[in-house]
Every structure is written in C-alpha cells, then in structure tokens.
C-alpha cells in the first residue's frame, strides 16, 4: 500500500483566459438516431470507488483511492492533510487541465501548458474555476473549454446540479480572505502537479483521456471528500468506536472520452457506513447530518441519485 504525504508549498496564482462560475446550465437532450444510422456504441456504467478510515476520537480521516494510493483529509487545518473542500476543488481543477490537454491533443491546438485554479467563496457559497492556456488563441480556447464542460465528469455533475455557467475571458482579479484555493499545473502529458493551502502532490489523468492513471485521480479526490466527511459526521455518532466509511461513484467513461459521447456525470452514489452494531436510527441521523453538514453532499443531492446504506465489517 503506498501512501502520499503532501509537504509544504504556497499556492501561487496565474493570469487565467477563462472562468467557470456556479450558475445554471442544463445538458442539451441528444437527437435521435435514425434506422439508417449505424448505432451508437453501448453504454455501461463504470464504478470508482473510495474507502476512508477514522480511528476513534482521531480527527484524520485516511482516504483509499484505486491502486491503493492514499491521502489525508482533516477535520481542522493542518500542514499536512487536506481540508474537505480541498478534495472537490483538486478534482475540479485537475479535471480541467487533463481534458484540456487531451483535447488540444486531438485538434492540433499548440498547447504549452494549462494551469487550472480552482476557488470555493464560503460566505457566497460559489465554485469558480480560472483555466490558463498559454499557446490557444481565443477561438482554441472556446474550443478547449467547450470539451472541459462537456466531457469532465466533476463539471458535468455540478452542471446538472445547476452550478455552472461558461464564461470567457475574464480575469481572476482577487481572492477573498476565506476563499478555499487550489492550483493545478501540468508537468507532463496526464500528470498534473497540485497545490493546496500549503499541501502539493501530483494527480494523473485517466484512461479515458489516454492518461496514465498511476496517482491519484479526479474521481479518488471528489468522492473521497464526501467519504471523508460522511466519516466525520459517522464518528459523532460513535466516538468510541473506529470509523469506516466506503463510498461509490457510477459514471459513463464514454462520455470522458468522446465529445460526442453520453454526458460522463455521475449518475449514482453510494455512501456506506460500516461497522457490526449499526441501528437503524443511528444510520438515518447520520444520513440527516451529512446533508447539513458535507458541501459536496448537498451540491449533488437532487440530480445524483444518493444512498446511505449499511453493510457488517467483514472479519
């Protein structure tokens, strides 16, 4: 099992060439295919997965992406761990960079970098996405961003929540004081660096996008922040019992691949408390917690299809 520990690093801001604010944009319906018309590839639902640990009366949460790779959530700041936010704003900015790149790939843009920063307002409650693409020109970029919402599972999903409006050529002016920041960067072909408060590490594209899939991903980062949290909550409820919390994504990775494909969001989520002695009545306050309490929980409540469920710690 390999574990990253982040080390210190202040994140850095860029002139950006577009902006991604929370606001509404539906997904159009797709046209119907005629008879005459060669079908289009079937669709089957892929699942991420997640698992997170809580020790009991500890305040750390461990998060298990895929290929066992591993990262540090916090309830309160530290030096090294992430915050809950941090995970969905890493997810977002990275996603945006991975699909951008393999876009300019496909249409020949002369794309020499793309840093993606991504911000979380607490007081207005706003998502904000800045994406810098040195070498797009102004019709590459419209281009590029145009993949980004369509085929990034974090953006979609937030977009059939009715979170995301397109809009170009702005520029990142300042930040507020309480504003949660994080910065993606690539360094190479499906491989981003990622600042985070004072926490760096690296995330790698996925195999959709012909990316290597050695690190952490955007999926291991959204999903695990809503692990993480739900673990939070859970251990309010047993503080002196060891927390574990596993938490399921479907999506359509045809969609990441293909402009043209099905919307990628995430479709269903499962959140799974476990442990031997759950009741019932502890289960559903601790779904009711996660609700008022997990951000990410109730930006997606409503257009993805959420389950708390239950399940006996194997021996």
């Avoid at 997904?27 to 295919?33: D, G, L």
């Avoid at 089957?44 to 290929?67: F, I, K, Y």
């Avoid at 019932?280 to 601790?286: L, N």
């Amino acid at each position: 099992m390999q574990k990253r520990i982040f080390p210190n690093q202040f994140v850095t801001l860029m002139p950006m060439l577009l902006i991604l604010l929370l606001s509404c944009t539906l997904p159009t319906e797709p046209e119907p295919v005629s008879e005459s018309e060669p079908v289009a590839e079937a669709s089957q639902l892929a699942t991420a997965r997640v698992a997170a640990q809580l020790p009991a009366q500890d305040s750390r949460v461990t998060v298990t992406g895929h290929n066992d790779l591993q990262y540090f959530v916090d309830a309160e700041p530290t030096s090294d761990g992430l915050q809950v936010i941090d995970t969905l704003l890493a997810a977002q900015a990275t996603c945006g960079v991975f699909v951008a790149e393999k876009a300019a790939q496909e249409l020949d843009v002369p794309l020499t970098g793309a840093t993606a920063t991504s911000i979380f307002n607490e007081n207005e409650r706003r998502v904000q996405v800045y994406l810098d693409l040195p070498g797009a020109n102004e019709d590459h970029v419209i281009d590029l961003a145009n993949h980004f919402r369509q085929r990034c599972p974090i953006y979609t999903t937030l977009s059939e929540a009715k979170s995301v409006e397109f809009k170009p050529g702005e520029q990142l002016e300042t930040v507020a004081d309480d504003s949660a920041v994080v910065t993606a960067t690539l360094f190479r072909f499906g491989g981003a660096n990622v600042t985070a408060g004072e926490n760096t590490f690296v995330m790698d594209s996925v195999p959709p996008l012909d990316g290597p899939n050695n690190e952490l991903n955007p999926l291991d980062m959204m999903l695990g922040g809503l692990a993480a949290c739900s673990s939070f909550v859970y251990q309010s409820q047993v503080p002196e019992a060891d927390v574990s919390v596993v938490v399921e994504g479907d999506f359509d990775p045809i969609g990441v691949r293909d402009l043209d494909g099905p919307n990628p969001r995430i479709q269903n989520v499962r959140i799974i408390l476990q442990g031997d002695n759950i009741e019932e009545a502890q289960a559903d306050i601790v779904e009711e917690q996660i609700g008022e309490r997990c951000d990410l929980y109730a930006i997606l409540k409503g257009t993805v299809n959420i389950e708390v469920l239950t399940e006996p710690i194997e021996s």
